[in-house]
Nanobody
Framework: VQLQASGGGLVQAGGSLRLSCAASGRTGRSYTMGWFRQAPGKEREFVSAIRWNGPWNTSVNDYSDSVKGRFTTSRDNARNTVYLQMNGLKPEDTAVYYC?????????????????WGQGTLVTVSS
């Protein structure tokens, strides 16, 4: 599985960005795509995830408390792409954002549960 993340950039506080993560390869019919971020000097932290159940054609979103209400994760099945819409950005959102795939669909908030990672895209929020 290969993941290609894009959409990062520089934005002022209060602004918006949309990150994209396109997946290619064998992901199976049910999997989770998550977003994590890592700020300088800090550990990688969970941001959001969308758990997809292919046979039932359903998905469930999960968000960290720090982004809930500001960030929204969605997916385009036809493009096998997941988006992270980030609104109301704050300087503390500055980080490298990574998308990742969890093939087992469990422990979706834990980075160690993810099998494949994208290259990361930098988001910088100025005050």
């Amino acid at each position: 599985v290969q993941l290609q993340a894009s959409g990062g950039g520089l934005v002022q506080a209060g602004g918006s960005l949309r990150l994209s993560c396109a997946a290619s390869g064998r992901t199976g019919r049910s999997y989770t795509m998550g977003w994590f971020r890592q700020a300088p000097g800090k550990e990688r932290e969970f941001v959001s995830a969308i758990r997809w159940n292919g046979p039932w054609n359903t998905s469930v979103n999960d968000y960290s408390d720090s982004v809930k209400g500001r960030f929204t994760t969605s997916r385009d099945n036809a493009r096998n792409t997941v988006y992270l819409q980030m609104n109301g950005l704050k300087p503390e959102d500055t980080a490298v954002y990574y998308c990742a795939v969890n093939l087992a669909n469990y422990h979706i908030r834990s980075a160690t549960s993810y099998n494949y990672w994208g290259q990361g895209t930098l988001v910088t929020v100025s005050s």
